[in-house]
């Protein structure tokens, strides 16, 4: 079945630092979603990405979708301890029924030191 | 916060008995999904409902069973309780389950079985 794999699992950095994680699916998707999750919280959704090549910004944040729809990456520019939690992708699935969900990746630990 | 709730926050029950959590979904959405979260594990997928059916499942045994009632509620029960059922169960509304839509997530039951 469709796997979605992370990496790093978890990174450390200082304040001002740049963050980057990754995220590869053994096949092709539909499109992606990018959640950040809070220690002690639930999962919040920050963006999907749909087209083949597709950057997208929030702020600080770059989200791009490769060319073969099978990887994707969030950049955060300048990190900031507001920054902390885990972030996880999760990649559009078809069901049997024709209905999609989404696989999440095991997500990417970000901590931040002042 | 999203809108969706779901109760109890926190159940701790022993191995062998049944338990059913339940959630209300956004208004306006009609697709419930349920999910487990392991410690340090991205959400896996249990099943999804649609307009009270259920319309996909993922790699659960049929110990974990749900229902959506008419107000688009949803409850997940699972029988014969295992240690390793202890963990975050997540439900999810959205829109529409034809594509991968945006997951709002409820904050989730934290079940501890002993």
């Known amino acids: 079945g469709q796997q979605v794999m992370q990496i790093p699992q978890y990174q450390h950095v200082q304040e001002g630092e740049d963050f980057t994680t990754y995220c590869n699916s053994s096949t092709t998707l539909s499109n992606i979603q990018w959640y950040k999750q809070r220690p002690g919280g639930h999962p919040v959704f920050l963006i999907q990405?749909?087209?083949?090549?597709e950057v997208k910004k929030q702020k600080r944040l770059t989200f791009q979708f490769g060319e073969a729809k099978k990887n994707s990456s969030l950049h955060i520019t300048a990190t900031q301890t507001t920054d902390v939690g885990t972030y996880f992708c999760a990649g559009d699935r078809r069901l049997r029924s024709g209905y999609s969900t989404l696989t999440f990746g095991k997500g990417t630990m970000l901590l931040v030191s002042p | 916060e999203t809108g969706v709730t779901q109760s109890p926050t926190h159940l701790i029950k022993t191995r062998g008995q049944q338990v059913t959590l339940r959630c209300s979904s956004q208004s306006g959405h009609n697709t419930v999904s349920w999910y487990q979260q392991a410690l340090g594990q991205g959400p896996q997928f249990i099943f999804q409902y649609y307009r009270e059916e259920e319309n996909g499942r993922g790699n659960f045994p049929p110990r974990f069973s749900g229902l959506q009632f008419p107000n688009y509620s949803s409850e997940l029960n699972v029988n014969a309780l295992e240690l390793d059922d202890s963990a975050l169960y997540l439900c999810?509304?959205?829109?529409?389950?034809?594509?991968?839509?945006?997951?709002?997530f409820g904050p989730g039951t934290r079940l501890t079985v002993t």
């Open positions: 999810a509304s959205s829109l529409d389950s034809g594509l991968a839509y945006e997951q709002y």
């Open positions: 990405l749909v087209k083949s090549g």
